[in-house]
Every structure is written in C-alpha cells, then in structure tokens.
C-alpha cells in the first residue's frame, strides 16, 4: 500500500519560514516526479512546485525565489523548504508522486497569518 505522509505545517507569521516533509512508503521515491500541490477551500488544486527524477525543479510563478522543493532518495522524502511566506500563501498543502500512477498525501495545513 502507497503512502505519502506530510509533516511540517502549521501557523506562522507574515515574512516567516516553514519547511514541508513528505515521506513515501510502499514505492520507491526516486523513479517518480514528486510535487508539491496547494489547496484554498472551494478552490482546485494548484501545483506549487515539482522535482523530477533527474533533480531539475521547477516552480509557480507566485512562489519563485521564496520557496525550495528537493529531495532525499536515501529517505524516500521531499521537502518544500518557504521562506517570506505571505497570507496569500495559506493553503492545505498536498505532497504528490508521480509516473504511471499518481499518489497524494493527506494534506498538511499551512496558515500565514499577523
């Protein structure tokens, strides 16, 4: 059975850092893409940033030079490092793997908030 565990959310202040984990277990993490996905209530899915399995990354327009996604084969985990986080940046935070198949995390609350 597949699993992507998120860690790493919670409430931080406008300006501040939080780095996101997502640790897969049941496939091996290198021979996917892994991404990083947000949601607002209401709202879809929007991808926030992706790895390949080749290292290269690429991100949203909005979250360019503030936000880092890597990884760690070794660990099986990826990670979205966010820095000078904004209100806008409030979002469920979903961790994604894929290649042939598409797996999902279960979400991890991120709120920027004064």
Request: proline content about 2%; hydrophobic content about 30%.
């Amino acid at each position: 059975q597949v699993q992507l565990v998120e860690s790493g959310g919670g409430f931080v202040q406008p300006g501040g850092s939080l780095t996101l984990s997502c640790v897969a277990y049941g496939i091996d993490s290198s021979r996917y893409g892994m991404a990083w996905y947000r949601q607002v209530s209401g709202n879809q899915r929007d991808l926030v940033a992706s790895t390949g399995t080749d290292g290269s990354t690429s991100y949203h327009e909005s979250v360019k030079g503030r936000f880092t996604i890597s990884r760690d084969n070794a660990k099986n985990a990826q990670y979205l490092q966010m820095n000078s986080l904004k209100v806008e940046d409030t979002a469920v935070y979903f961790c994604n793997a894929y290649k042939d198949d598409n797996f999902w995390g279960q979400g991890t609350q991120v709120t920027v908030s004064p």
